[in-house]
């Protein structure tokens, strides 16, 4: 079992193939307005990090994750 840290390092290095601004991702980063993420953007992104933590995201769950801390408490609750 990983801890929150080694979660947060895992999901900012997935983001960083789709960061195509290459501005520095915190906590706080939001993904439409920071890193200007469109939805097609979002949908391969998810499907990664679905891969990479063997979870499942629903849609309900993504339309109320809007920052990279949100989505990494996400990923620690979904990962149990």
Do not use: C, H, Y
Not at 5 to 23: C, Q, R, Y
Request: charge should be negative; hydrophobic fraction near 40%.
């Amino acid at each position: 079992m990983t801890n929150r840290a080694d979660t947060d390092a895992k999901v900012k290095s997935l983001i960083e193939p789709f960061n195509k601004k290459g501005i520095e991702v915190t906590d706080s980063t939001r993904f439409a307005q920071d890193l200007e993420w469109d939805s097609l953007t979002v949908l391969d992104f998810v499907a990664n990090i679905e891969d990479e933590f063997d979870i499942l995201i629903t849609m309900n769950q993504q339309a109320e994750i809007e920052t990279v801390g949100q989505l990494v408490d996400a990923v620690e609750k979904l990962k149990g």
